[in-house]
T-cell receptor, first 108, second 114 residues
Framework: GQSLEQPSEVTAVEGAIVQINCTYQ??????LSWYQQHDGGAPTFLSY????GLEETGRFSSFLSRSDSYGYLLLQELQMKDSASYFC?????????FGKGTRLSVIA | ETGVTQTPRHLVMGMTNKKSLKCEQH?????MYWYKQSAKKPLELMFV???????ENNSVPSRFSPECPNSSHLFLHLHTLQPEDSALYLC?????????????FGQGTRLTVV
């Protein structure tokens, strides 16, 4: 089966940089996705990595190392609105399997 | 608005009731999913439909019964639920059941079983 591990909570200061890590165990790995979910809202897609390396989209970047079964989401120039839950998700031989999510709190 | 609409947004039902959750997508996707989100737990995949055929059923109790009449609509029929079934039920769609890289989620139905 599939399993993913990510920290349950992270707190960071406005304007800072924060990294949310995700390790996974799976078979038939295709790629790692990241989703953001604000309280009361739907998860929304942030990024997808199929190959090793860093993908940058504005203030957000996502990294993947297939050999280490590891990835991270990097958020720069943190803003208060970035306070949300962030989920990594593995696409393997099954539909998306999600981690438990990391609750990010951005403080002034 | 993500293009995936779920109704109702909130539902309170007794354990002997029968109700249905509805999901509609206007994105032209060919795969639709039901997920359950409980507090402190990961998103749990319940059912997957690809091209209107059920391709995944993750050992979900029979008191949950999905229906996919066409590629745009997905239902989750509920009957004789238990209090532990109280959760946020999320519908999602993607292009390609097994190869889609991006899933679009609805706002969810917050279900409370009393």
């Amino acid at each position: 089966g599939q399993s993913l591990e990510q920290p349950s909570e992270v707190t960071a200061v406005e304007g800072a940089i924060v990294q949310i890590n995700c390790t996974y165990q799976t078979s038939g790995f295709y790629g790692l996705s990241w989703y953001q979910q604000h309280d009361g809202g739907a998860p929304t897609f942030l990024s997808y990595n199929a190959l090793d390396g860093l993908e940058e989209t504005g203030r957000f970047s996502s990294f993947l190392s297939r050999s280490d079964s590891y990835g991270y989401l990097l958020l720069q120039e943190l803003q208060m609105k970035d306070s949300a839950s962030y989920f990594c998700a593995v696409r393997a031989n099954t539909p998306l399997v999600f981690g438990k999510g990391t609750r990010l709190s951005v403080i002034a | 608005e993500t293009g995936v609409t779920q109704t109702p947004r909130h539902l309170v039902m007794g354990m002997t009731n029968k109700k249905s959750l509805k999901c509609e997508q206007h994105l032209g996707h060919n795969a639709m999913y039901w997920y359950k989100q409980s507090a402190k737990k990961p998103l749990e995949l319940m059912f997957v439909y690809s091209l209107e055929e059920r391709v995944e059923n993750n050992s979900v109790p029979s008191r949950f019964s999905p229906e996919c009449p066409n590629s745009s609509h997905l239902f989750l029929h509920l009957h004789t639920l238990q209090p532990e079934d109280s959760a946020l039920y999320l519908c999602a769609s993607s292009q390609g059941g097994g190869v889609g890289t991006e899933a679009f989620f609805g706002q969810g139905t917050r279900l409370t079983v009393v």
